[in-house]
């Protein structure tokens, strides 16, 4: 199997949560997508993602976890790192380094916070600390969009906030789309995209132990790029690293994102 890869599911507390592990090195890390979960988890992606991230391969063992496969109404995001410790419990998970991206950043805030003990190191990469006027505007759209079963709609607005302009023409976007197929409920998304508009870690972030390296893109037209400089204001032991002509999406643009957030958890 290539660099390992393989699916998983950990069990606990009667929860089933979905994961992918791939990589063969010393240290643990884990990656948290973003509200993209809602419509399609990591189960069965364990190849694509293995390629995706094969520069992890050698120095990591690399764990990409979805949320709870039965997400409660209301669940926030906290709750959801809750679930994430467990399920690092489950599978004997000490301490990882953590890579968390847009809703998965909010997870994994919480996870630094209330669970120090699991995290080597934390890299927070176009994400927030507590809803802004954009964040709040572009989820209130797509819980719209959800709530009217309109998929298409959903993707075609991620992909245009997210990419810059040549990138979204070049049309890799649109096959992603057709790719992707349809869900059959949307009430995870809509679940997800909720718990964003609830989080609030802004007044706890001074607890985050762990050094930490936060990723913005000025142009972010999702969660605004301020908020990036925002986190990083209030966590003791941290780096910024702004993207000034990226957005959203400059974890799939930027040529060295994932370099650099590989030099960071090897301390290079």
Known sequence: MFHNAKNGCAVFDGVKMDYIRFGTGKQNAIILPGVGDGLRTVKGLAVPFAILYSKFAKDFTVYAFSRRRDI???????????DLA?????????????????????????LAIDYPEKVEKLVLAVTVSRPNETLTDVLNRWIGMA?????????????????SGERFKS?????????????????????????GLTHNSYDELHRISAPTL????????????????EIASQIPDC?????????????????????RVAEFFLGK
């Open 239 to 259: 780096s910024l690293y702004m993207y000034e002509d990226l957005g959203h999406g400059l974890y799939e643009e930027a040529p060295d994102f994932l370099d």
């Open 214 to 229: 936060v990723i913005g893109g000025r142009q972010d037209r999702i969660v605004n790029g301020m908020a990036s400089e």
């Open 72 to 82: 409660p109404d209301g669940m926030t995001a906290r709750e959801m790192a809750g």
């Open 86 to 110: 467990k399920a690092l419990d489950s599978l004997g998970l000490d301490k990882v380094d953590a890579l968390g991206v847009s809703q998965g950043g909010m997870i994994t805030q919480w």
């Open 147 to 163: 709530e009217r079963g309109d998929y298409r709609a959903i993707m075609t607005d991620t992909a245009q906030r997210a990419y």
């Open 171 to 195: 049309g890799k976007e649109h096959m992603m789309l057709g790719n992707l197929g349809h869900t059959k409920s949307f009430d995870r998304f809509i679940t997800l995209a909720s718990s």
